[in-house]
């Protein structure tokens, strides 16, 4: 059991890295696969990833809108997610809680089984991809939420790997209108915003913050 239990309509930063600190996205492939699972796993139906792959072949001139039209028009979701960052061997979320029966819990654990068979498959290993269980820290505040959101969003830029805005596996650029992916819950974010320019503004700031945070603490440890 947690220490601390996951509360219903609370949101959470949620992150994980692979074990030992191992790449965990090796392709391009991998990353498509990872947000593929945490679309078609948020939902009380099981078994989602299987009927679309059905689907694709039995309907090839149909896309994924088509899909989820049919198969999960009604379907209560397990959370919302509200930021996301899938870096090489680690990601980060921000979830808001909405399914009464540890929405994510199951979430997270539908989403790690899923992706290490795929992975472990895939690349003819075995055991533990993931660094054990998901770790998970309570946002307090309106204020908190938005600060992290770009701290999970931004987080490919943060570590200098780069630029969020153009990163496509990131929820930045959906935050920003520049791409067509609907897999974030922006409103709580966004009601503190007048427009995705003026979001864009305040994350290149935060930015430049945590980036200055790292660097102190690199510097600190060299002394």
Known sequence: MRKDP?????YYHIYNRGVDKRAVFLSSGDFDRFLLAMKLLNYEQEGLMHKWRDYKITYPQKNFSDFLSLYVK?????VEIV????????????LKQVHENNGIKIFMQRLGNSYTKYFNDKNERTGALFQGRFKSARIKSA??????SIYVNCNCEIHGLAKAENYQWC????????????VCSKSAVMGDFRKPRDYFDYAKEII???RKTKEDEKTTLLE
């Open 83 to 94: 930021a996301y960052c899938l870096n090489s061997n680690h990601f980060h979320f921000i």
């Open 74 to 78: 009604n379907e209560k979701k397990l």
């Open 143 to 148: 204020g908190q939420l938005s600060c992290m």
């Open 208 to 210: 430049r913050d945590f």
């Open 6 to 10: 996951l509360v219903q309509n609370e």
């Open 171 to 182: 929820g930045f650029p959906e935050y920003l209108g520049k791409t067509n992916e609907k």
